[in-house]
């Protein structure tokens, strides 16, 4: 089976790669870019380990084709941080102590950055909502939505 040639945009870069038809876009970010930051909880969608944004939406990148990225903009959880600043939603997880293995953490930075985009005031209603599916294992939800709500206050400040 030949590889397909991907270009695409990824954290703001120019990205060319190639890809097996059946490659997730999961496993190209991984195992062909390095990018390690997104993980494999389930490979069905349903944990939300994977997360990235395509062309401003929140994806299970477990559920999409590496192939599906030609011509997207991609954002994943190693885009977060600007250099050695992190943004408001990691600096708050860390201050709330809102992760423990750090398997679903990346995921969750990811959908509360989209919801906070989309959302830049919710309520710890719309928050749970927004997160929903995202799973953690490890610890209750209080310290996450904690600091979504902590960033939120922050982001609007600046």
Do not use: W
Not at 44 to 67: F, K, M, P, Y
Not at 149 to 154: G, I, L, S
């Amino acid at each position: 089976m030949s590889a397909i040639a991907v270009s695409t945009t990824i954290n703001g870069d120019d990205t060319e790669f190639l890809c097996q038809a059946e490659e997730t876009l999961l496993d190209v970010l991984r195992d062909r870019l390095g990018l390690t930051g997104s993980k494999e909880g389930c490979g069905t969608g349903d944990c939300g380990a994977c997360s990235v944004i395509v062309d401003d939406r929140l994806v299970c990148s477990c559920l999409v084709l590496g192939a599906e990225a030609e011509g997207r903009r991609i954002e994943t959880i190693e885009g977060m941080a600007n250099g050695e600043d992190l943004h408001p939603l990691q600096s708050k997880f860390l201050e709330h102590a809102a992760l423990q293995c750090g398997v679903c953490t990346p995921g969750f930075l990811i959908a509360a950055r989209d919801l906070l985009e989309k959302n830049p005031n919710p309520t710890e209603e719309e928050i749970r909502f927004g997160l929903a599916g995202n799973l953690c294992r490890c610890t209750g939800y209080d310290k996450i939505v904690r600091a979504v709500q902590d960033a939120a206050r922050v982001m609007k400040g600046s």
